[in-house]
């Protein structure tokens, strides 16, 4: 008897499926600080070290990617965080 392979998923060029994805936050002066850190750890599930990084993140470069996953879980953490006010952008993880 003869033992089934299973072959790997190749994403076709192009492809977005399984690509990974990301949510990237800009600095706003007019949003209070305690606001965003809040957001971030509810719609990221990251801890409070993590967070204050991000924040400082945007606050120098003007901007810091603060979630990774699939497109849909970056769109729901996108919409949770732009509820205070930031302005967020869903993308792929790579450009290429």
Known sequence: MSTPSILPV???PG??????????IFNDDHILRDDVFDA????TGCDAQEADIEI???EK?????VHFANRA????????ISRVGVKTEVSMEWDD
Request: net charge neutral; hydrophobic share 50%; glycine share 4%.
């Open 10 to 12: 190749v994403d076709q």
């Open 15 to 24: 492809s977005t499926a399984a690509a990974r994805w990301k949510v990237t």
């Open 40 to 43: 971030l750890i509810r719609a």
């Open 56 to 58: 400082w993140e945007a």
């Open 61 to 65: 470069y003007g901007k810091a990617p």
């Open 73 to 80: 879980e970056c769109e729901s953490a996108a919409w949770i």
